[in-house]
């Protein structure tokens, strides 16, 4: 242990200029040290992760259920909702970086620089995703109001969420406190993932209005009483996802609220003395040039994308391939309830075993659940025993990419101290990659329907359909994982790389005491010296 924590000090070290290192010898610092760490509480812990909930309720609900809320409730024929699944997502990555240069030009306020984002962004969004799920009286403008309301409301949750993420790095300057935190805004966001997929999934799964037999020429006689049942059960269908808007709505305020009481912005005594952030498309060309984060990107890039299909045709995949037309919110809820009891072991596993070990077993633990998937019959009791398996892993695929992003923000300072201002391009072109991939990606799916044969609202679908389902949610994620986790392996942060960077920063911080700023609230305030 003793040669362990040596061999570290001196990697530090030759990070560090000597004034720096002469500076944190210094025994009168060294005594201040404990008085500069700020701890947070619990509460304030919970606060903050509660503020995550409102984007994973509302991205849930839209990422598993609005493609067959398209295709079979509003009857949005295939191509035009590929149209606005496609649109909808990639307007949404574009709001990411533009929201954040909109946030690295703000000023500091009495509620914080990212503060009153949240605050003003919340009340608009509940009211564009509330008209989502409005089914509007003309027919021949329907794909227009969706794919108008899905833009709106995502450039209104965007506004929420970026500066939410970026807030992980304004709670505290300690890491081991940031990792804590971020532990507990995953448990709370895969909470509220399964908050989401129970209200959505219970609400509309009582309502759901019954598949259509496609006539044939014998059923001809009977055809006008069925359909005037389907619409009256149609109806029924609508009003239910209403419902589930309205309630998700009154999630999303009560989160925002306790998120704006509950924690505080945190700012240094030092930054008002400081110059304005670097120019956005400066701070862009250094983040994008910085190694570390260009492969972390691209590795969870693959395994994000591999995720979202799965869940974007889940739904159709239980309704048509597997034939669980009435059991699919269930299964959707096993596998939520198993990623959120999972989400505080693989914060323990990557405490005691590093982040990247973390890595290659959870997002891997996914492969073989999806190949038996691919290859089992509708047999129900193996595909919930599949689903509460593929939450272990779905765990994984959430808590660690926000929890390496920090480490790389830390890793930018100590090779940039001079810039500043560049959390949000962080993590808004983090989200930007992610959303743009995930776009295209749900857009060409619902395309494959389309040329596949998909039929709206049928009791069976066609093998064509079936078939390219299976591709869909089984062997294309198997293959997106399996690249992604290739391209891990060139990323160099490792747990040792992290103790360095940490001894690093801390040496910066004990520089900056003795220049007369002391207590800084967050990482990027190191960068000051």
């Given at each position: 242990?003793?040669?362990?924590?040596?061999?570290?000090?001196?990697?530090?070290?030759?990070?560090?200029?000597?004034?720096?290192?002469?500076?944190?010898?210094?025994?009168?610092?060294?005594?201040?040290?404990?008085?500069?760490?700020?701890?947070?509480?619990?509460?304030?812990?919970?606060?903050?992760?509660?503020?995550?909930?409102?984007?994973?309720?509302?991205?849930?609900?839209?990422?598993?259920?609005?493609?067959?809320?398209?295709?079979?409730?509003?009857?949005?024929?295939?191509?035009?909702?590929?149209?606005?699944?496609?649109?909808?997502?990639?307007?949404?990555?574009?709001?990411?970086?533009?929201?954040?240069?909109?946030?690295?030009?703000?000023?500091?306020?009495?509620?914080?620089?990212?503060?009153?984002?949240?605050?003003?962004?919340?009340?608009?969004?509940?009211?564009?995703?509330?008209?989502?799920?409005?089914?509007?009286?003309?027919?021949?403008?329907?794909?227009?109001?969706?794919?108008?309301?899905?833009?709106?409301?995502?450039?209104?949750?965007?506004?929420?969420?970026?500066?939410?993420?970026?807030?992980?790095?304004?709670?505290?300057?300690?890491?081991?406190?940031?990792?804590?935190?971020?532990?507990?805004?995953?448990?709370?966001?895969?909470?509220?993932?399964?908050?989401?997929?129970?209200?959505?999934g219970q609400i509309v799964g009582q309502a759901n209005a019954p598949c259509l037999q496609y006539p044939s020429d014998s059923a001809l006689a009977s055809e006008s009483g069925n359909r005037t049942h389907s619409i009256s059960s149609l109806r029924q269908t609508q009003n239910a996802y209403l419902l589930a808007a309205g309630v998700i709505a009154s999630i999303y305020i009560v989160c925002a609220v306790i998120l704006t009481l509950g924690v505080r912005e945190r700012r240094g005594p030092c930054e008002t003395q400081q110059a304005e952030p670097m120019p956005f498309f400066r701070g862009l060309r250094l983040v994008m040039s910085h190694g570390p984060y260009v492969k972390l990107i691209a590795a969870f890039l693959f395994t994000s994308l591999a995720f979202m299909l799965v869940e974007g045709n889940f739904a159709l995949f239980c309704t048509y391939t597997l034939g669980f037309r009435n059991e699919f919110q269930n299964l959707l809820l096993a596998i939520m309830l198993s990623a959120t009891f999972t989400i505080p072991l693989w914060q323990w596993f990557l405490t005691h075993f590093g982040k990247k070990t973390a890595v290659y077993i959870g997002i891997s633990s996914a492969v073989p659940f999806l190949i038996l998937v691919a290859l089992i019959e509708s047999n129900l009791i193996v595909t919930y025993v599949v689903a509460v398996a593929a939450g272990v892993s779905v765990a994984a695929a959430f808590l660690l990419p926000w929890s390496m992003l920090p480490d790389v923000i830390d890793d930018f300072h100590l090779k940039h101290p001079h810039s500043h201002g560049t959390e949000p391009i962080f993590f808004s072109f983090y989200v930007f990659f992610t959303k743009f991939a995930s776009g295209v990606s749900l857009g060409i799916s619902t395309l494959s329907l389309d040329f596949a044969g998909y039929q709206s609202r049928g009791c069976s679908q066609p093998p064509s359909v079936k078939f390219t389902l299976k591709m869909l949610v089984a062997l294309t994620p198997i293959a997106l994982i399996l690249l992604g986790l290739l391209l891990f392996k060139l990323y160099p942060i490792d747990e040792e790389k992290r103790r360095q960077n940490k001894k690093a920063l801390q040496a910066l911080r004990d520089e900056a005491s003795s220049s007369g700023c002391s207590d800084t609230d967050s990482t990027e305030l190191a960068s000051i010296l």
């Open positions: 242990m003793a040669k362990g924590e040596g061999s570290e000090s001196g990697s530090a070290a030759g990070l560090l200029s000597p004034s720096i290192l002469q500076a944190g010898e210094r025994p009168a610092q060294v005594k201040k040290e404990p008085k500069k760490k700020q701890h947070l509480s619990v509460c304030n812990k919970l606060c903050y992760a509660v503020g995550g909930a409102p984007y994973q309720v509302t991205g849930c609900a839209l990422g598993f259920f609005l493609q067959i809320y398209l295709l079979d409730v509003a009857l949005v024929d295939p191509f035009s909702a590929s149209i606005i699944l496609f649109f909808g997502r990639a307007w949404d990555a574009f709001t990411d970086p533009l929201v954040g240069f909109c946030i690295s030009k703000s000023s500091w306020t009495r509620l914080g620089r990212l503060m009153p984002w949240i605050i003003f962004s919340t009340p608009l969004a509940v009211v564009a995703y509330f008209l989502i799920w409005f089914v509007p009286d003309f027919p021949r403008g329907q794909a227009l109001w969706y794919l108008i309301f899905y833009c709106l409301f995502e450039t209104l949750v965007t506004c929420f969420h970026v500066p939410y993420s970026a807030l992980t790095m304004f709670i505290s300057t300690e890491q081991s406190e940031r990792d804590s935190a971020t532990a507990y805004r995953m448990t709370v966001e895969v909470l509220g993932t399964v908050l989401g997929t129970a209200i959505q």
